[in-house]
């Protein structure tokens, strides 16, 4: 059965997925999630506790035991909390405890959503589903210039290796890997502003929803 209305919005980090699931969710008038909050949310949960993000057992449990609140929190961006979600994201455990929550969001009244899983696991029978790219350069020159927007200061080589090693992790996981569903569209950023991604992605979201 078709999902109703849901948008997948799927890529790397960094390629600018967030911005436009955003304006395409205002744009259309649905709720927007950035699952990967989720995954941020539990990975900080963890460093809370003092422990790993790797351990399995932790992490399900944080995955678990994990409120609203926690996406509120400020501390959920930057690179300890980028590799730490990138730890729990690996554990079948903790995308398993987070599937029914992410699943139920959506059909709820529909919504635009976020993710590296959307369009493969989360909602396969979307009906519309973006993948957004763009050149690891790229990406890490977007990601050095908002976290020295925040006032943190990181060697650009650096949060490009950074971002190939959680672009391999997340790829190369057993669990939901992230690629591309087969039917999605490929939209590269790398050359692009946002202005012109948002015009394409809409004309194509509202053709296919028919909106």
Do not use: C, N
Request: zero cysteines.
């Amino acid at each position: 059965m078709t999902e109703p209305r849901v948008v997948a919005v799927d890529g790397p980090a960094a390629a600018g997925k967030g911005t436009l699931a955003r304006r395409l969710a205002a744009a259309l008038g649905l709720p927007y999630l950035d699952t990967g909050l989720l995954y941020r949310a539990v990975g900080r949960r963890v460093l809370d506790r003092g422990a790993d993000p790797r351990d399995a057992a932790v992490a399900e449990a944080e995955a678990r035991a994990l409120t609203a609140a926690d996406l509120d929190r400020a501390d959920l961006r930057g690179p300890e909390a980028d590799m730490a979600a990138s730890a729990v994201a690996v554990i079948p455990a903790v995308r398993a405890a987070l599937l029914d929550w992410q699943r139920a969001f959506g059909r709820s009244h529909g919504a635009v959503m976020d993710g590296r899983d959307i369009g493969t696991v989360i909602f396969p029978d979307a009906p519309v589903k973006l993948f957004v790219t763009a050149s690891a350069e790229a990406r890490a020159k977007r990601r050095h210039a908002e976290l020295l927007a925040r006032g943190i200061a990181r060697d650009l080589a650096a949060v490009e290796a950074e971002m190939r090693a959680r672009d391999a992790q997340d790829a190369g996981r057993s669990t939901a890997p992230m690629r591309p569903a087969e039917d999605a569209v490929l939209l590269d950023t790398t050359a692009l502003g946002i202005e012109e991604v948002f015009a394409t992605a809409l004309d194509l979201v509202r053709a296919r929803l028919g909106a």
